[in-house]
């Protein structure tokens, strides 16, 4: 996959258009056990919650399947596409501040966790409860406590508040409703702020076994993991950029310590840490123009094909053989009409029109959001190995307009 070369992107070129995701499952495999082995290294009963909305390609939640990983899903379109993916419903974890009754309902009777966000849920947990005595319900709490970074979270119940006690009595008064897994997140991706989520799960966790007599099998302390970066990606960030090793030894060794057992399980839910380099995107440049002193070189792609805004992703220039120039300071732009459609700014270096631009590191948060703006979406192809597989077909007019009315 590296070695990307121009034979090889005109081959694709002819076979796919001029635009495409390359995805790197490889690549992601690596990620998941090298992730894995760093904290098992230190806290054996681990494991991974793969986050799919970060990028829910099937081929990846497939291969968290296939290595005993859970599902983190976020809707009940998530919970399908794990379903799909062959996932039992015992490994999906849902998580969400809005969720469909039905299918969480559907989902609880067939053996899934369910994290509570807000009291809003308990009427339908207990009513199926009751409905149900035969069937023990896997409910978790989304837990929102203060880690020091700034930040007050809308998602979860307040540890300290009376709604988090009203939960615990949902347990208390309902015996076939256990609390499998208690479950936090924190956006920020510093690593200094992972000892105090887990110190706080830890604590929360043994006010659990208090008033409940025992402990959640699973402590899930979320995502919010840096994915691996070449240098010229980690300088553009004002962040320390973390190792997997670093989270680990930040949160693994509180579990460790308060759990020499190591009972209960630890989850963590990483996203970006696994899919950020599993995906690169190629486009062809288009054309190039000066507008009063200014090169605009624009691509077939958008900046809401690779994510990243505000940065220079890292990106490597394919020639195609045309006649190339040097440029100075040049914004290489994407199709949209948004003037803030910048994929690299103050481009310094030579390219021709007809050239492919690759950027790394797309793959996290890009497939899942690209908007229909303009154009449907391009393909995605796993070159990793040998042989080309088309993991996503190129979107056609009618897989966008086949829900409009053209009456
Ligand atoms: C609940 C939850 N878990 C996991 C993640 C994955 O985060 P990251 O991509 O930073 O690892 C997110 C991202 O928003 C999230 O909301």
Redesign the pocket.
């Known amino acids: 996959m590296r070695g990307l070369t121009k034979d090889k992107l005109l081959s694709l070129a002819e076979e796919f258009g001029g635009a495409f995701y390359l995805l790197d499952s490889c690549q992601f495999q690596a990620n998941y056990t090298r992730l894995s082995d760093e904290f098992k290294k230190i806290y054996g009963n681990f494991n991974i919650a793969y ?1 799919y ?2 990028n829910y390609t099937p081929k990846l939640c497939k291969i968290v399947n296939e290595n005993g990983g859970y599902a ?1 899903v ?1 809707s009940h379109m998530e919970a399908e596409i794990a379903l799909r993916s062959g996932v039992h419903p015992s490994r999906i974890i849902w ?1 969400g501040p809005i969720k469909n009754t039905d299918k969480v309902n559907e989902l609880l009777l067939s053996g899934a966790t369910v994290n509570l966000d807000s009291v809003y849920e308990f009427h339908n947990i207990v009513s199926l409860a009751e409905k149900h005595p035969e069937v023990t319900l896997n409910v978790g709490i989304r837990c929102n406590f203060d880690v020091g970074d700034g930040v007050v979270s809308r998602f979860g119940i307040d540890t300290d508040s009376d709604e988090f006690d009203r939960a615990l009595e949902l347990f208390v008064s309902h015996k076939n409703i256990y609390l499998v897994n208690l479950q936090c ?1 924190f ?1 920020k ?1 510093n690593v200094e702020f992972w000892p105090a989520r887990a110190e706080g799960m830890v604590k929360t966790a043994k006010r659990v076994e208090k008033a409940l007599g025992y402990l959640p099998r699973r402590i899930d302390i ?4 840096y994915g691996n970066m070449e240098d010229e990606l980690k300088a553009q960030f004002t962040a320390n950029i973390a190792g997997y090793a670093d989270y680990a030894k930040a949160a693994a060794t509180v579990f460790k310590k308060h759990f020499p057992d190591e009972e209960p399980e630890l989850v963590i ?5 696994l899919a950020g380099d599993c995906m690169q995107f190629a486009g062809c440049v288009e054309t190039i123009k000066t507008v009063r002193g200014k090169t605009y070189i624009t691509m077939l792609g958008s900046q809401k094909n690779i994510s990243m805004s505000g940065i220079n992703p890292p990106m490597r220039v394919i020639s195609m053989g045309g006649e190339a120039t040097d440029f100075t300071d040049a914004d290489i732009v994407g199709y949209t009409c948004i003037e803030g459609d910048v994929m690299y700014r103050g481009f310094n270096g030579r390219l021709a029109v007809g050239d492919f631009l690759v950027f790394s590191n797309c793959g ?1 948060y890009s497939l899942v959001m690209k908007p229909p703006f303009i154009f449907p979406n391009f393909p995605v192809l796993d070159i990793c190995r040998e042989e080309v597989e088309v993991i996503k077909k190129q979107e056609t007019f009618d897989d966008i307009f086949h829900t409009f009315s053209f009456r």
């Open positions: 986050s909305k970060t983190e976020v998580n997140h956006a991706r979320g995502g919010g993991i839910e990483p996203g970006s840490a996290s």
